[in-house]
């Protein structure tokens, strides 16, 4: 599994097996939280199995959520870089395993491979980046524009072909409007315009992108 991440996937045979060692594994359900906001930074978590959303929250209870991460992708580099406490919480969006390693093995890693640490930093530009273009879709996207781009961000990492995408991720309607800044209700009223106009069909928490291309186009991308 870790042979398998961008981070660590450059590591020769023996170093990947000492950072396992020093790992563990754990398994969350559906709505559990991996660490809350605020929490030490201790740890990176290599998701094995499942889905989890990084989710920043204000002090009056209102969730944003940052990304969704699947098989092989990491969260809590920042932490691990800086030490300080988590600046968002992570929650498991369906049944999940993870592996948790310790940020002294993982500190140990990038000292000893600068392609390790290479990667951490690429990641963590990418952030910058990702947190920018949300930023902007804020600013310059309607709400119509910043769900359909939240829906072919989504297809991205699921599609099969660029025809009929089926999204069966178990992510909820709140959520996509966690992740657009927007009421539930709202969000539900653009689903089911885009609906009305072909674009989508949705049935409960699935959602089938019928015209990718014209959902592209509405979210000026």
């Not at 991205?156 to 657009?180: E, K, P």
């Not at 990718?212 to 186009?217: D, E, F």
């Amino acid at each position: 599994m870790l042979g398998s991440t961008r981070f660590f996937g450059g590591l020769d045979q023996p170093s990947l097996l000492s950072l396992a060692s020093a790992s563990r594994q754990r398994t969350y359900g559906r709505g559990q939280y991996l660490w809350y906001q605020g929490d030490a930074g201790d740890q990176l978590v290599v998701v094995c199995k499942g889905m989890v959303k990084v989710v920043l929250t204000s002090e009056g209870g209102e969730e944003i959520v940052l990304v969704t991460l699947g098989r092989y992708d990491s969260v809590g580099e920042l932490a691990i870089l800086d030490g300080a406490p988590r600046s968002a919480s992570v929650v498991a969006v369906e049944a999940t395993t993870v592996l948790m390693l310790p940020r002294a093995a993982v500190l140990e890693v990038m000292a000893a491979h600068p392609a390790v640490l290479e990667a951490v930093l690429c990641s963590l530009g990418q952030l910058v980046r990702r947190l920018t273009e949300q930023t902007g879709d804020l600013v310059f996207l309607d709400l119509g524009g910043r769900v359909a781009k939240v829906l072919v961000q989504l297809a991205r990492s699921h599609a099969q072909d660029d025809r009929h995408v089926v999204l069966d991720v178990g992510l909820s309607q709140s959520d996509i409007a966690a992740m657009v800044g927007a009421t539930r209700p709202a969000v539900n009223r653009v689903l089911q315009l885009l609906a009305s106009r072909g674009l989508i069909s949705v049935n409960g928490r699935v959602i089938v992108l019928r015209d990718p291309p014209a959902l592209r186009r509405r979210a000026g991308l």
